[in-house]
C-alpha cells in the first residue's frame, strides 16, 4: 500500500494543474479576490436594471412601428 500511495501522491502533485482545469476546481487565487468581484458586480446592477427597462421600452416601440407598417401594407 505504501508503494501505491507514493504513486499517486507523485502522479497527483504532478498532474495537478491539468486536475484543476479539468474538473474546473477553484484555486486559492480564485478565492482570494472573490469578495471584491461579488461587490463590482453588485455594483453593476442598477445599471443593468437600467438598461432591461430601457431596452424594453424601444422594443416596445419598434414592435409598435412595425405593427403599423404591417397595417399599411
Known sequence: MIGTD???NAYVDRRMKYIVDE???ST?????DFTGRLN??????????SF??????KLTE???RAGKLKGRV
Open 40 to 49: 463590482a458586480l453588485e455594483q453593476e446592477i442598477p445599471g443593468l436594471k
Open 62 to 64: 419598434l414592435e409598435n
Open 52 to 57: 432591461e427597462q430601457t431596452a424594453s421600452d
Open 28 to 32: 486559492q487565487t480564485d478565492l482570494s
Open 6 to 8: 507514493k504513486y499517486l
Open 23 to 25: 474538473w474546473d476546481l
